[in-house]
């Protein structure tokens, strides 16, 4: 049977252990979290995988993305090494910035991820600034800032479109609307109609996909990217959202509506989606996913294996990394 | 009869009765109220741990969700204060200061001077401040020397729950921009405080332990670790006063140099950074007006100059502990 | 004959007045400080008249204005004292400000206006809540806040916008666009192709009027603030102007096209649009404007010959008003 | 040969000469160039004193005029300092920070930590500084505390010409970020600088004037007054020594330690507000590191907490001036 998808079956098959990973991932954090292992303010992207991977399949480690403190997603689907985040988030010598950083924090410059951030809307101007550079450097990377629908309404989200826009940058803005920030809703909080309509009030096309269909955010993802490379300038991309979890781990999420997360769990599972998608086209098989799906258990459990054996950074590391020089 | 009730229950009653005898009393701020506009539970939330939770149900009217707009909403407190209303802001950490202060700092606190003594603003921007909590550097600093820094707002960082109930009312009455620094990991810490709502006074730090030998000066949570230390040094014949400075700006020097005019020597806790901190300003002032007193070196006791590390084992050595604190009292009592 | 104009004659000529003396004091102000006799920075309003006070003319006490930089002709048409504005912006004790605040901020909260400022865009959070105050106090004021075409591209601006959208506020945000921040052209910094889109991006609606013509300005204000009252919301309105001096005194104004500051006094001044409306209609004769003009003449030449005949504020003044107690 | 230039256009010869040597410096701000997309002269402005006026001509690629935006362009400047480029970014007043300090101390300050060293940010945060220009409270701050408070900035304030042209070189090439200051009354002033390139390290005080007496230790625009003082004292037969510190943080505590330790009498001067200010910091760090040195109460001379006032003659009054700064000196002679 032929593949009718814009990716070959290889891609395919690493777009869903990608997404599969980040669930796993988030899974076995919320089971250990409320354990008690886990030090901190923890935020889930279980639900969200499918606008990470739909995205950051098109880019290569030149290309920036910045990252919110819901990161954990953006930075598996960017590579980042599993094993060093999962170190990282138990705060040990060998995560990925030595324990100093943790959840909130974590980055990999070399591969083009800018960090997770503690700060809403931090991203975006940061991803103005890469996307400058590559600019003036004169190669074809692109800067992604992912923001929620509650920090699309901070300042240094909407200063930095404008700026984009401005300087034509190669600068793409990616609202994940999961409906909620915190507790709130976006239909409270943010006051235009459609996230289009901001886009135009700052010059530049918006689009909105829906967030949960891997193929639908790979499409717009790749057409905005390509404009971008191509110096065509800045686009908006909305991809509408549902959180699974709650906003950080301990929340009791009494704000959403009986069954909310039940009937997401059964109707908006981007896996799900995904898994029926290229089954039913006969490109991948059953089982083909379920080996992936073993693969990355056992990964995971490495992971946290090794992240609860590995040691605690010393006390001559408080002072380290403050300064270059 | 004692009525022991945790530091976060004392903020939220402080508010709960300054928003009953005021109506001009409003606080506004991330999900303190929670829900809004979701199909859930109202009150869902109550602030980002819980302090306000229940005070949307006594005054619908006066509490206020916002949207993740802090130059908008703490502006807008501003504004407000100087056009009838009595705004409490709460800006969920005080790390997220720098996106939001410009209408702080050149703003709410410098209206009174330029307009040459014809504006009042009477607004709180309250916050959570400091680490101990494994929320890593963006979301654990004290932050206080920036405010304190800065002429026209008062700065307050209460260390325990009585003081807190006290204080907040204080801050609410008081006709100034007031920062109120809540530190998260002291929430949970209990005293007695009296139902009846009190304030107390800006500018009168409390002796919180009175002794002979050297005194202690701090505030926020490194008191509960200063008097730790002074029960570490009780063993070892040491009498060391502790000093609670309560509130930073204004600040009671006059104790201070009481203090230090009887022991003669002097250790000041910050959980700020070194440099330009609370601890220095303390230091300075006292070689300055009280040098002759001076037996000893005076000791500052502070983190390192570094950001807040997340991992529990880094953060557990950054705070300064009763040890460390001890540790310089007794270097001061060697001369 | 009969009065054509939405006011009755007593309005257009306190109207005129106000335009002309906001003219007569910045053109003053411009020959002063080629002489060197005020200190600081100086940026003069000229040209810009018809949009302060065809505003304005809505406006009671109770209305709570922000201004800017450029806030002597808000505070003139908001009705702050010509004489002790004079003496502030030279520095005196007699000044409204006490000589501590100076051209940049100049206020007088008894009347409403919330102050010039040195920062752009910081009136916007301060108008939301003296509107958010007028809601609370259940009174029928309302917030008007102006900024510059430069200061549009302001977070605080922006996510003003978005507040007093989601909270309904009794505000306005007027776009005083007079094609120039400092140097810069308003084709450069900002992205959108109308400030009617930007509105509609932040959920409010947006008008366009002509600066230079009083009654467009009027007629559109007196809308958009009718509206604001019964609670219909806050609006953006944009007033196209044009700046007759530079940026602040000082300024050589190279980035001008030559001829431009000419071509713009001969032919958009709103001054000359205003009489010549008013007399070709025979509202108001040219003489009864003459006198005017003679009388606002008289009021600046007493209002420079107090202000320097004041005493500057003595040294005990410098610590007094930091704080009420 | 001498070569007399002002601060002005030191500022103006280093950014073309680093722009020269390395493509990837740049630099952005409001009006640096002047009149983008007006129609009338190219590089119209050159920033709002001319400082940067000509360098377009020259580097047409490297020259960024921005709009009214300094989060955003801040921010992107910090961001290009992660990718490969150098940026420059000009924030016109430091007043301005409280629009986008979150950019510069929870961003660019905080990276290198928070990513456990695998961040370098080499970016340069250009400001003018200072009081004396009649601009008021809002265009007249030093704010050096603020910055020197946060680990992770480094902080320099260049006293003349001379020290201006080296430190920027040098804060360009740094690898960490940088606040620069540029005292607005300093522009204008003239020094003796050497056409090549040239770099001043950071954390290396100078002894402007050697003395035995006292030690005045101080940076900026007081650099200038205190070395008047010094020679008012002198006619009284009084020898002052005076430190410029040229970099806040780093900050050079050697070299004042050492002082001190020979003159045992010391007087901060710091044009920024006294609480927690650098001269708080560096009296506190005196009287604990060389608290048996010292003879005399430290003495600090600073404005008044109070915002920068308007009026000519509050002004001239706020600012510290040489009587003040001699004053003091004296009163640490009394002991
Ligand atoms: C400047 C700033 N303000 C507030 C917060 C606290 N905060 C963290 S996450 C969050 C909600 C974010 O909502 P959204 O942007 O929709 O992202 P989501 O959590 O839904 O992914 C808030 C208020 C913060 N981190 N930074
Ligand atoms: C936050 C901030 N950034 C920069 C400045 C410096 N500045 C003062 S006025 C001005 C230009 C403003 O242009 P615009 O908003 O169009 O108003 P106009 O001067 O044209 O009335 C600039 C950049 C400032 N005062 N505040
Ligand atoms: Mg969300
Ligand atoms: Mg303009």
């Known amino acids: ?325 | 009869m004692a009525r022991i009730i945790s530091m976060k229950d004392a903020v939220n009653e402080a508010l709960d009765q300054e928003m009953t005898r005021d109506p001009t009393v409003i606080m506004m701020g991330e999900d303190i109220v929670g829900g809004a506009g979701a199909q859930g539970e109202d009150d869902a939330w109550g602030g980002v741990l819980g302090v306000s939770k229940g005070l949307y149900a006594k005054h619908p009217n006066q509490m206020i969700d916002t949207p993740l707009s802090e130059s908008a909403y703490v502006g807008a407190a501003i504004g407000a204060a100087t056009a009838g209303l009595r705004p409490v802001a709460e800006l969920m950490f005080i790390d997220f200061i720098g996106v939001c202060l410009d209408q702080v700092f050149n703003q709410a606190a410098k209206f009174r001077y330029m307009f040459g003594g014809k504006a009042e603003t009477p607004v709180v921007i309250r916050a959570m401040c400091g680490a101990g909590f494994r929320a890593a550097a963006q979301h654990s600093q004290m932050l206080t020397p920036l405010f304190t820094h800065i002429p026209g707002l008062k700065v307050v960082c209460p260390s325990n729950a009585y003081d807190c109930k006290g204080l907040l009312i204080q801050a609410i009455r008081d006709n100034d921009p007031v920062i109120f620094l809540e530190h998260k990991n002291l929430y949970a810490s209990t005293a007695d405080v009296p139902e009846e709502p009190y304030t107390i006074p800006f500018g009168e730090a409390n002796i919180v332990r009175e002794g002979r030998d050297a005194t202690i000066v701090t505030y926020g949570q490194m008191v509960g670790r200063s008097v730790e230390a002074a029960e570490l040094l009780k063993k070892d014949g040491v009498d060391v006063e502790v000093i609670d400075l309560r509130t930073l700006s204004p600040i009671d020097m006059d104790t201070v140099l009481e203090s230090v005019e009887a022991t003669g020597r002097l250790v000041c806790v910050d959980e700020a950074n070194p440099r330009c901190s609370i601890a220095a300003d303390i230091a300075a002032t006292v070689a300055q007006d009280a040098f002759d007193a001076l037996k000893a070196p005076i000791r500052m006791v502070t983190p390192p100059h570094a950001p807040v590390p997340f991992s529990p084992s880094l953060e557990d050595a950054y705070v300064p502990s009763a040890e460390r604190i001890a540790a310089a009292v007794r270097k001061t009592l060697e001369n």
Chains 1, 3 share one sequence.
């Open chain 1, 1 to 325: 049977m032929s593949n009718p998808f814009p990716l070959p079956k290889e891609q395919l098959l690493d777009a869903y252990r990608k997404m599969k990973t980040i669930r796993d991932f988030e899974e076995r954090l919320h089971v250990d979290f409320a354990r008690g292992e886990i030090p901190g303010f923890v935020h889930l992207y279980a639900g969200e995988e499918a606008t990470a991977v739909g995205i950051m399949m098109h880019l290569h480690d030149r290309d920036r993305i910045a990252s919110t403190h819901r990161g954990h997603g953006h930075c598996i689907a960017k590579g980042v090494d599993v094993k060093a985040m999962m170190a990282e988030i138990y705060g040990k010598a060998t995560g990925c910035c030595a324990g100093k950083g943790g959840s909130m924090h974590i980055a990999d410059l070399s591969l083009g991820m800018m960090g997770a951030n503690g700060i809403l809307g931090a991203g975006a101007p940061l991803v103005c600034g890469a996307a400058l550079a590559a600019q003036k450097l004169g190669h074809d990377g692109v800067g992604i800032t992912f923001f929620g629908d509650g920090a699309s309404n901070q300042g240094t989200v909407l200063e930095s479109m404008n700026l984009a826009a401005i300087w034509n940058l190669p600068a793409i803005f990616v609202v994940e609307n999961n409906g909620y920030a915190e507790s709130t809703s976006v239909d409270y909080a943010t006051a235009s109609d459609s996230y289009v309509d901001r886009a135009t009030g700052f010059g530049m096309p918006g689009i909105t996909v829906d967030g949960l269909d891997f193929f639908a955010v790979y499409e717009a993802a790749g057409e905005v990217i390509r404009r971008a490379r191509e110096g065509a300038g800045p686009t908006l991309l909305e991809c509408k959202n549902v959180r699974f979890f709650g906003h950080f781990e301990g929340d009791a999420q009494t704000y959403k509506a009986p069954g909310e997360n039940e009937y997401n769990r059964a109707n908006n599972d981007c896996l799900k989606l995904f898994r029926q998608k290229v089954t039913e086209a006969g490109v991948i098989s059953e089982s083909e996913l379920d080996a992936i799906d073993a693969e990355v258990a056992q990964l995971i459990d490495e992971a946290v294996a090794e992240a609860i054996a590995a040691p605690l950074p010393g006390p001559e590391q408080l002072t380290t990394d403050v300064y270059v020089n």
